[in-house]
């Protein structure tokens, strides 16, 4: 489809809107890409223009003649003349539980693709059953959590899936992310508030999930077992707890299309993080349910929501992290189990436990916004650019759904995420 703008970047005065702006000019600028037609969208076009200067001093590279659309969440007429506009809106408006499903729902009207760097399985989930149908028969792709949440895992499994060579059984994530010796806060204010609905609203997904995968996967016959909430993993080299991000329920998700549509057998997954030392873990895990137990009530909520640094410990703030905190190195580690042989039905079983094993690993730098923004582009430029190696029509999709047969590991492993197999 023809239209004035290849990409439009939605949000572009946010604080992850201004990094993903950034990341393009720096794609510009080295040459890493196929040349497209851009544009930035917002609500002011005073913060706008002045995102477009401060980009263009960063980079060195100018992209203040890059037109601006103005474009307020609140009004739906604009969002619809951006939609217009745009093949692929990438929408960096958050918290997409407040303001996700305006976009979406215009951007499938108009025939536009969706790309978002949501981390809200409520929202994601809850896009699915709403508008894969109607997405479907208009030939529009939306896919979310095309970032940090959650393309390494999501895209991680799909990478491990193809170089396991056999059938593959579980799969156990161990996220990393280096400590910075820099101080001052390492979280935006605007991921600390979608965190706490994210949280606030977990009761909704039971009754949704329901509804959304009325059919049941295929009982495995050797289950992944759940460890302990601290425990300690020689492979990762410190005292872990379980990963409370999206990874986990995207890449079912995931693992349900392919198995619906492809006949692939289900992969489990179970997702963790690497803390560090057991004290520190163990008064993260105590940091975590308070955070969990104040989310649930609206007093509690509005603590969390307006006082952040006392209830984070400085942690989060509305400025979010410096460039040099954020720059922080991270791996996802993923351990496969499976079988050297491969069944001829994704639901036959086999009669000996798993005899084969194997670990690969996804590595990036600033995981929360330089690794999303890269992650982001990349995905809405394959949708661009690979429409023939998508699912054989639109929908509402994971990234491991979506992009499972198109190049984006490649491009991804060239724009500094790469994807190691380790033995």
């Not at 497209?36 to 706008?48: D, H, I, N, Y």
């Not at 007429?77 to 976009?103: D, R, S, W």
């Not at 990036?364 to 995905?379: K, M």
Request: aromatic fraction near 10%; charged fraction near 20%.
């Amino acid at each position: 489809m023809s239209r004035q703008y290849n990409l439009v970047v939605f949000g572009a005065s946010g604080f992850t809107g201004q990094f993903v702006v950034e990341e393009i000019a720096k794609f510009l600028k080295e040459d890493k890409v196929e040349t497209f037609t851009w544009a930035v969208a917002g609500r002011s076009k005073t913060k706008l223009t002045q995102i477009l200067k401060q980009v263009s001093e960063v980079t060195g590279y100018d992209v203040t003649k890059t037109d601006i659309l103005e474009v307020d969440i609140q009004t739906p007429e604009t969002i619809h003349e951006m939609a217009k506009k745009a093949n692929v809106v990438l929408n960096c408006v958050g918290p997409y539980k407040f303001f996700g499903e305006q976009v979406v729902k215009v951007c499938i009207a108009e025939g536009t693709h969706h790309v978002d760097v949501s981390g809200e399985p409520l929202f994601l989930e809850k896009m699915q059953l709403l508008y894969h149908k109607e997405a479907e028969a208009k030939g529009v792709y939306v896919v979310g959590a095309c970032g940090f949440d959650s393309i390494p895992t999501d895209m991680g499994v799909v990478f491990l899936k193809d170089k396991f060579k056999g059938d593959l059984n579980s799969v156990e994530t161990y996220l990393n992310v280096a400590e910075s010796s820099l101080g001052g806060a390492s979280i935006h204010y605007g991921t600390w508030q979608t965190a706490i609905h994210s949280v606030a609203t977990v009761g909704e997904l039971r009754p949704l999930r329901k509804e959304l995968f009325s059919e049941p996967l295929p009982k495995p016959k050797y289950k992944l077992q759940s460890r302990s909430v601290i425990h300690n993993n020689e492979l990762v080299n410190g005292w872990c707890l379980p990963f409370l991000g999206a990874d986990k329920s995207v890449v079912a998700r995931t693992e349900r299309y392919m198995y619906s549509q492809n006949k692939q057998r289900p992969v489990q997954i179970n997702t963790y993080i690497s803390v560090g030392g057991f004290i520190k873990s163990f008064l993260l895990m105590i940091g975590v349910l308070i955070f969990g137990v104040m989310a649930q009530f609206k007093i509690g909520r509005y603590l969390l929501e307006n006082y952040p640094r006392l209830f984070s410990l400085g942690a989060v703030s509305h400025e979010g992290p410096t460039r040099e905190r954020a720059n922080s190195p991270f791996s996802v580690t993923l351990f496969g189990e499976g079988w050297s042989e491969t069944l001829a039905e994704p639901t036959d079983q086999h009669s000996e436990p798993p005899n084969k094993k194997l670990t690969v690993t996804v590595r990036g730098r600033n995981p929360g916004y330089g690794a999303t923004c890269v992650c982001l582009i990349l995905s809405a430029l394959t949708i661009l650019r690979e429409a023939d190696k998508l699912p054989p029509k639109g929908g509402v999709y994971t990234t491991g759904g979506a992009f499972a047969k198109t190049t984006l590991i490649e491009r991804l492993h060239a724009n500094g995420l790469t994807f190691t197999v380790e033995n």
